[in-house]
């Protein structure tokens, strides 16, 4: 039954597609759009509006709810209590090390832990993927201009650092959530860079 519901929709996408009246629309869409696509040579520009794209996606989700982030940074800490209690001259919450990884050692009765993302975090986080998303669709359209091009591979240099620290030294997040974000920000810096004397105009 399910077979026959398929190739019915099948039948009725194709039909569509190819009516006369849609390919013209589909025509008259496509000039439409490519009129507002960058002009450089080359798909670089088209892949940094993509990640444009998506990073204020990014940004907008960070905004929304914690949901995505916290699936992102999803290492779990406790208290750490080896910090010295308050003082006139120590405040145990305003230290960076106030939260320790959760492991056997740190947590060994399996105390409640709990992750790093909060409200501010996130929005923090939004804060910094719009401006990244905003220097991107400016290098886009403008690759030629020395200036751009280089703030632009420093986007991807700020984010592969970031992650990197993240996952290795701070602990807050694992690699396969960030496998994606590792990829595309690997992917922008390479491209960028081996392509530099070919978009610079000196």
Same mark, same amino acid.
């Given at each position: 039954?399910?077979?026959r519901?398929?190739?019915a929709?099948?039948?009725?996408?194709?039909?569509?597609?190819?009516h006369?009246?849609?390919s013209i629309?589909?025509?008259?869409a496509?000039? #439409?759009?490519?009129?507002?696509?960058p002009?450089?040579? /080359?798909?670089?520009?088209?892949? +940094?509006? *993509?990640?444009?794209?998506? &990073?204020v996606?990014?940004?907008l989700?960070?905004?929304? #709810?914690l949901?995505?982030?916290?699936?992102?940074?999803? /290492?779990?800490f406790?208290?750490? +209590?080896? *910090?010295?209690?308050?003082? &006139?001259?120590?405040?145990?919450?305003?230290s960076?090390?106030k939260f320790v990884?959760a492991?056997?050692?740190?947590?060994?009765?399996?105390a409640?832990?709990?992750d790093?993302?909060?409200p501010l &975090?996130?929005?923090?986080?939004?804060?910094?993927?719009?401006i990244?998303?905003i220097?991107?669709?400016?290098?886009?359209?403008?690759?030629?201009?020395?200036?751009?091009?280089?703030?632009t591979?420093?986007t991807?240099?700020v984010?592969l650092?970031h992650?990197?620290?993240?996952?290795?030294v701070?602990?807050t997040?694992?690699?396969?959530?960030?496998?994606?974000t590792?990829?595309?920000?690997?992917?922008?810096?390479?491209?960028?860079t081996?392509?530099?004397?070919?978009?610079v105009?000196?």
């Amino acid at each position: 039954m399910w077979i026959r519901s398929l190739m019915a929709s099948r039948f009725f996408n194709v039909c569509f597609c190819t009516h006369p009246e849609f390919s013209i629309n589909c025509r008259i869409a496509m000039d #439409t759009v490519k009129d507002y696509l960058p002009q450089s040579e /080359g798909y670089l520009p088209y892949y +940094l509006v *993509l990640t444009s794209i998506l &990073a204020v996606g990014n940004s907008l989700q960070n905004y929304l #709810t914690l949901h995505f982030s916290r699936r992102l940074y999803n /290492g779990q800490f406790i208290p750490n +209590l080896s *910090l010295p209690p308050k003082s &006139a001259k120590f405040n145990p919450e305003d230290s960076t090390r106030k939260f320790v990884p959760a492991n056997a050692e740190s947590n060994p009765k399996g105390a409640r832990t709990q992750d790093q993302v909060t409200p501010l &975090a996130a929005r923090l986080f939004g804060t910094y993927t719009i401006i990244s998303a905003i220097v991107r669709i400016y290098a886009a359209y403008y690759l030629h201009v020395a200036p751009v091009y280089q703030m632009t591979i420093w986007t991807y240099v700020v984010a592969l650092l970031h992650f990197s620290s993240e996952f290795a030294v701070y602990r807050t997040a694992y690699f396969g959530p960030i496998t994606t974000t590792f990829f595309f920000a690997t992917v922008g810096l390479t491209w960028m860079t081996s392509q530099y004397s070919f978009y610079v105009q000196a």
